[in-house]
């Protein structure tokens, strides 16, 4: 892309063939070159250094020391930091967005969309900055007074995926902040550059505000640098959002330290298509989730459940959906589905499409690794959708890419049971006009997901919620409502005011 010189300079980012350079303790490193292809068009960005342990050492360090002073900030006032952070993005929001499209593959809308989302979290955390409430109340005890307050942790470490690179750094670095605590980011070493410019975004903040760096730090690499933090007994939460096997390993070394984790794993999610569906609202909801961001979000359709007396119907509207599709550069104003993040992760597809003709699926619609100049960067496939039964391995297991499986069932209690029968449960959603159908779904028996949604699809989700899911997608929630509780330490307080001392449960202890 012609212009990416120009992005990067207005983001402060000096690329040259030797690395972005960085020249700051909380984000400085000595480590070998990470380079940052996009897979748009294959063509290298920029490269950076890594962080090698004493560069990570440092950066906690300069977090550290940096919690005291901002922990003693009050709260409103931090929360007016981050107004100001909200408002320089609001303002590098073009810049940004189309950075992360052209290193991310997703569509410039989305892109922009993920900024947005960003200045919607600054927005939220600052009003949150006036609400961390702690319950009040009434002792057993004559003259005394209990309540509960919530203290920050210290440093949070953050480590993040390729596929929201930035948003979900900023519910996580946000929150934290407006809580008092300190975030040391270690984010895709898939995606390092979108992290280096939000970081000179909130640098220019913290010195106009005369704070110390340390309250935003970066560490950059791969999993051996996710390990330093999750080992590190010096940090106070660890949020993770990745993989499975990522979030097992973390949620392990941090539980053999007795350590606070926030996990955000994989989904495996489905929508139920009842008989009464309004199929003109299910279509596009459903080929939204399953193809969006080329079926890598989390929240992305993987499972489509549909009755058996409409199975033909929605099949025959998906096909002819499907064949108006435009691939290819997600930059371009009109294009439905970008690139995979890169070839490993098209590799995966097709060994996802092997394995599901092996199982004995049939393809709806064909599944292609496409070729040509416009192609050139090999990370392009088409979207694709496939009859499957629930049980098949294949079908149990996310697969980051946009393969659709289809369905059918003939009661809604089996709806249910087959949208409920994976490991997984993030997002789920039920299309439906009857109101049995949709209050079964949402009930104590109905999806076991951390988000259940009725007539709109699985995929995205708005920041006013608290946001996560449940079994192995980690049980983590983050972003809106009272997620901010799990970046803070509550404390109960009694106060005794009176004269005597009385103990509780009517104890008595003379002397
Ligand atoms: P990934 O697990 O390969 O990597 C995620 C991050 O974890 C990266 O920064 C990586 O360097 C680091 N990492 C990997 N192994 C680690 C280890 N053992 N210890 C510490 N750090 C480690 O995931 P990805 O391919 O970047 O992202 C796709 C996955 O993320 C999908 O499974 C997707 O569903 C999931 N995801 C979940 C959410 C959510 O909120 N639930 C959001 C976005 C993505």
Known sequence: MKEIHDILGKLGIAASNNGVSTGQTSWQGGGALLESFSPVDGLKIAALTG?????????????????KKWRSIPAPKRGEIVRQMGAKLRERKHELGTLVSYEMGKSLQEGLGEVQEMIDICDFATGLSRQLYGLTMHSERPQHRMYEQWHPL??????????????????????????????VWKPSEKTPLTAIACQHIIQQVLKDNEVPE????????????????????????????????????????????????????????????????????AVPGIVFG????????????????????????????????????????PLVEGIHVGPLIDRPAVTQYENAVAEIRKSGGRFVVEPAVLTGEEYASGCYVAPCIAEVENHFAIVQHETFAPILYMIPYSEPDEAIALQN?????????????DLRDAERFLSHAGSDCGIANVNIGTSGAEIGGAFGGEKETGGGRESGSDAW?????????????????PLAQGIKFEI
């Open 51 to 67: 962080s090698v342990k004493t560069d990570y050492d440092r950066a906690v360090e300069t977090a550290t020391l940096a919690f």
């Open 421 to 433: 029968d994976v490991p997984q449960g993030l997002s789920s959603a039920i299309f439906t006009n």
């Open 214 to 281: 340390g309250v935003s730090c970066i560490v950059s690499g791969g999993r051996e640098v996710g390990e330093w933090l999750a080992n590190d007994p010096r940090i106070g939460l660890v949020s993770a959002t990745g993989s499975i096997p990522m979030g097992r390993s973390v949620g392990e070394a941090v539980a053999r330290r007795l350590g606070k984790s926030l996990l955000e794993l994989g989904g495996n999610n489905a929508i139920i298509v009842t008989p009464t569906a309004d199929l003109k609202v």
């Open 485 to 501: 509780k799990a970046y803070m330490r509550r404390q109960t307080n009694t106060i005794n005011y009176g004269t005597a001392l």
């Open 290 to 329: 399953a193809v969006g961001t080329a079926g890598q979000r989390c929240t992305s359709t993987r499972r489509l459940i549909v009755h058996e007396s409409i199975f033909e119907e929605v099949k025959a509207r998906l096909k002819k959906a499907y064949g108006q599709l435009k691939i290819g550069n």
């Open 154 to 183: 210290g440093v949070t470490g953050i480590i993040s995926a390729f596929n929201f690179p930035v948003a979900v750094w900023s519910w996580n670095a946000m929150i934290a902040w407006v809580c008092g605590n300190v975030c």
